[in-house]
C-alpha cells in the first residue's frame, strides 16, 4: 500500500456513525473511500456541501461538483449545497464533530502548521484556522516526514495554524495523540518498529508499553 491510503484507511477508523466531518483538500478525501461499513458519516467540505461522498468514475465527474481544492466529489442521496457563510457558520458554532487536515508540521505540544511555507506565494489560510479552532476533533493526516526530514518537530519553523493542541496525528508509520504530558506514540504501522518510529520523528514520543501494531479498515463505500 501506499504511504496515502495506509493513512486514509487508519484515519476511517476514527469515523463515527451519525457524524458530521469535514475532510480538508488533498490527502483528507481519500477518506471518503473507505468508510467502515454499518456507518453513516456526513462528509462536509468548506465550499458548501454536506453529504458528499468518494472521487467519480472517470469520465461522470461534475464541474459543480468539487471539494474545497477543487477536486471532483460525488454527491450521495439526500446531500445539500448552499452558501460559504451557511458552511463557516457551521464550523465556527462547533458543529462539526470531527476534521482531517493535512499538515506540513506538528509541534511536541501538539499544535499545527499546515497553511503556508515562508517564501511561497498562497492565497491565504483558508478555513484551516477555523476548523482547528471549532471541530470538536482534528485530526492530522499527513505523511511522516518531508524530503528525508521529520514532519513531527520539537517546536514548529512554520507558522501556527492556530494555538489549539489537535487530537490525534496519524502517518504512513504510526498514530500519535498529543497530550498534557506530550506526544504518546500508540500505535505503529504494520511492519514497522517502534525504533524506526523514534529515529523519524523530530520531537521527543513517549512510550506507554508495549505499541500495538495500527490496523487498517478494508475498502468500503460511502454509507449513505
Known sequence: MEAKEVIA?????????????????????LVACYVPAGISVAFQSENGIIGFGEPPPDGLEDPYLTDAGGGYISALPGAAAFDSATSFALIRGGHLDMTVLGGLQVDSSGRLANWMVPGKIVPGMGGAMD??????RVIVAMQHTAKGQPKIVEALTLPPTAARRVSL???????IEPTDEGLVL?????????????????AKLLLDGDTPTMPIVSPARVAA
Open 9 to 29: 484507511r487508519r484515519v476511517a477508523l476514527e469515523l463515527r456513525d451519525r457524524t458530521l466531518v469535514n475532510l480538508g483538500i488533498g490527502l483528507p478525501t
Open 186 to 202: 500508540r500505535e505503529r504501522a504494520p511492519g514497522v518498529s517502534v525504533d524506526t518510529v523514534v529515529a523519524s520523528t523530530g
Open 169 to 175: 496525528i496519524v502517518t504512513e508509520l504510526a498514530v
Open 131 to 136: 476548523l482547528v479552532a471549532g471541530a470538536k
